[in-house]
């Protein structure tokens, strides 16, 4: 169980100074960096395969098959078979709100081996929070591999475990999620979030990081303005979702924008899944997305879903962060081999909300961002 004393877990200190502005990008489908990897990126990568090594993971991950489905949206469909055999049984959800329960599995009880640092950002450089002249302690984030890993690296960013906070997201929890891509060289490095009925299958809160060399459509789709002092957006192509995006002098702000969103959604027993990757500013189907490109910035995607509880419906896949960003993990290779961009949409489809739930809910976000 992981409750030997805090102090003895290895550290990684950071500060803005190490967030990286000028990314480096390759042309072409894959986002490979073009600039050396970052001491965060090294960290994560370096102790992540230490650990697969070690035999820690359910299953050796290996070099996913991976294919672009032919169509305008360029899903990346992977086939991780393994995964769908060899993960932890997910727990028993039945409410967007509901309480932490130390009887089900939590990253408590985890192997401490699993454990890749513990992630501090340094108060002295960077002062920690202020919000209306009250001091916030930042967020002690311990990051441990997946052991049932969906790509290289792919690890999970656990806020105070001790804490056991329930999944809900917290401020400071999806600022310092902003800040990990920020900490990364590397464009293909994305984060994400499944709330309770978005198919997290813990209830203890978590983000999840991981890297993939493959470009995503999520990363330059246009978007339409709703409230754009408070960064907030509507993409304008499918699947219909909400957009935050932030340079790294922003971040703050924009976490408090993001967490009255989901504390809203919660709220009002909303599921919905959060992705964060690098990408362009914000424009819309009359500009040209090549003058608002340069990948510097932090896109968040926001979407709003049915909720589903129980037994998953079987499909090709299941419907969670990755793949509403248009990554998607087959279970089996004749759905991997057959599956088409119209397959995709459909079942995506169904697990959203309709036109005009999304148009309310937009409504509400809007005087809801406003009134702040």
């Given amino acids: ?38 001491k965060f990126d090294t960290s994560i990568q370096a102790g992540w395969t230490e650990r697969m090594e070690k035999g820690l993971f359910r299953y ?8 672009i489905l032919p169509g305008p949206r360029e899903y990346v469909a992977q086939l991780n078979i393994q995964r769908g055999i060899e993960r932890r049984k997910p727990q028993e959800i ?26 501090i950002k340094d108060r002295e450089a960077d002062k920690a929070l202020h919000d209306n002249g009250q ?9 441990l591999v ?8 792919h690890c999970l960013f656990v806020p105070d475990p001790l804490s056991c906070f329930p999944q809900i997201l917290t401020r400071s929890a999806v600022q310092v999620g902003i800040e990990t891509v920020f900490l990364s060289s590397d464009p293909g490095f994305r984060v994400g979030f499944n709330s309770l009925g ?18 995503l459509k999520i990363e330059s789709m246009p978007a339409k303005p709703l409230v754009p002092e408070k960064a907030f957006y509507r993409l304008l192509e499918f699947p219909a979702g909400f957009l935050f995006y932030t340079e790294s002098e922003d971040v703050e702000e924009v976490a408090r924008a993001i967490c009255a ?7 009002g027993n909303v ?18 997305e090549k003058d608002h490109c340069s990948g510097n910035g932090v896109r968040i995607i926001v979407w709003p879903r049915k909720s589903c509880f129980g037994a998953k419906e079987e499909s090709a896949f299941n419907v969670a962060l990755c793949e509403l960003a248009g990554h998607l993990t087959f279970k089996n290779k004749k759905d991997y081999e057959l599956t088409t961009e119209n397959d995709v949409v459909d079942i995506i489809q169904r697990c959203l909300l309709t036109d005009s739930e999304f148009l309310r809910l937009e409504h509400q976000l809007i005087c809801h961002l406003k009134d702040l």
């Fill in 146 to 153: 997946n052991v049932s890993p969906l790509e290289f690296g």
């Fill in 60 to 67: 050796h991950l290996g070099d996913l098959q991976t294919r």
């Fill in 1 to 38: 169980m992981m409750k030997n004393d805090p102090t003895m877990l290895r550290q990684f200190v950071y500060s803005k100074r190490d967030f990286v502005t000028d990314l480096c990008q390759n042309s072409g489908n894959s986002p490979q960096r073009a600039s050396p990897p970052s």
């Fill in 271 to 288: 599921a919905h899944n959060l992705f964060l990757t690098r990408g362009c500013q914000p424009w819309n189907s009359k500009q040209n």
């Fill in 94 to 119: 039945m409410s967007i709100q509901q309480e932490f329960s130390d009887k089900q599995f939590n990253f408590n009880k985890i192997n401490p081996g699993e454990i890749i640092f513990e992630l």
């Fill in 135 to 143: 001091l916030h302690q930042p967020c002690r984030m311990v990051v």
């Fill in 198 to 215: 978005a198919l997290a299958s813990v209830n203890h809160l978590h983000l999840h990081g991981y890297y993939l060399n493959h470009k």
């Fill in 261 to 267: 969103v989901t504390d809203f959604l919660v709220d």
